[in-house]
Every structure is written in structure tokens, then in C-alpha cells.
């Protein structure tokens, strides 16, 4: 029966794990319900599934899609999947969670973004990422801003001959 149920959560896995668009693996201490069901709910806010999974299969299910996360998953692992980038969120939510509750029970051990695997100390600054609606604002200011300068300078020329024209008629000349 277990092998059964063992296949079962190794092919859901396998399956979230190709659907995912990123993920973050946390390492999963002494957690108690409370703390359990707050994180859950703030990960369900920033629209993160969150599950806690058994290593070995986690390792498993990753490998049939060619990450090597067998570093991250050690011990107790609980796996947050997120549609996108959506696991830069999740680790944000994490690590304000683990900020504010000194001895935090959990840990972000790797993640997932976009097909690289981050694990270890890389695993910790994906909650410091930027997000795609953020990047993408920087570019469009970036692009426009020396359009907008352009627009300036022009505009200021005009505006400068059309004072001095005015000025040159309310003068009488």
C-alpha cells in the first residue's frame, strides 16, 4: 500500500512541478498550528499553493524535470508553487515571516524561477528580486524618460520664441 500511495504523491508532484511557473522549498522546523496556518493564509494571499512534501519524492519529482534541488530538500521540506514568478511573493511573505517571529521554525532553502534552480545562500535573495510588473515599469521609464527630456528641450524652445514674440508686440516694435 505505501508504494501505492508513494506513486500517487510522486506523479501529483510531478505534475504541479511541470505546470509550475516557480517555487520556493522551505525547510520546515518545529512549526505549530498556529504558525502553520498563518503562513498558509498569507501565501494563499499572494496566491502560492503551499504543501508540505516528502523530501525523497520532491527530489524525484524535480529530477524527471532536471533540477537538482537534493541540496535544498533535507529534512522536513514544505514546497510553496506559484503560477509565473509568483514564488518571488511567496519567498517575500517568507522571509517577513521569518523577520517577525524571532527562532522562526522554517527556513527558504531554494526556489525555482523561470527553469533555474537557486539553492543555499542564492535561495534567500530570490525574495529580493524584483517582479515583473516592477521591472517592467523601471524599462518603460527608462525608455521614456530621454523621450521625455526631448520633449522638454522642444517644447521649451517653442514656448521661449513664442515669450519673446509676445513680448516683442506688447511693446509695440
Known amino acids: 500500500m505505501p508504494n501505492l500511495v508513494n506513486q ?4 501529483e508532484l510531478q505534475s504541479d512541478f511541470q505546470n509550475m511557473g ?3 522549498v ?3 522546523g518545529a512549526v505549530n498550528p498556529q504558525q502553520d ?11 502560492v499553493r503551499y504543501r508540505v512534501v516528502r523530501s525523497r519524492l520532491a527530489k524525484k519529482a524535480f529530477g524527471a524535470i532536471g533540477l537538482d534541488m537534493s541540496e535544498a530538500l533535507k529534512g522536513r521540506c514544505g514546497i510553496a508553487v506559484a503560477e509565473e514568478e ?3 511573493g511567496a519567498a517575500k511573505v517568507l522571509r517577513d515571516w521569518i523577520k517577525k517571529n524571532k527562532d522562526s521554525p522554517i527556513a527558504i532553502k531554494g526556489g525555482v ?5 537557486f539553492v543555499g ?10 517582479d515583473r510588473n516592477t521591472i517592467n515599469t523601471q524599462m518603460v521609464c527608462a525608455i521614456s524618460g530621454p523621450a521625455r527630456g526631448l520633449a522638454g528641450v522642444v517644447n521649451a524652445v517653442a514656448g521661449g520664441l513664442a515669450r519673446c514674440l ?4 506688447d511693446k509695440g516694435e
Open 8 to 11: 500517487i504523491l510522486l506523479s
Open 86 to 88: 509568483g514564488a518571488i
Open 166 to 169: 509676445q513680448a516683442k508686440v
Open 121 to 130: 545562500a542564492a535561495a534567500a535573495e530570490i525574495a529580493e528580486l524584483a
Open 26 to 28: 522551505v525547510d520546515v
Open 113 to 117: 524561477i523561470e527553469g533555474i534552480a
Open 37 to 47: 496556518i498563518e503562513i498558509r493564509a498569507q501565501l494563499r494571499e499572494v496566491g
Open 22 to 24: 516557480s517555487c520556493v
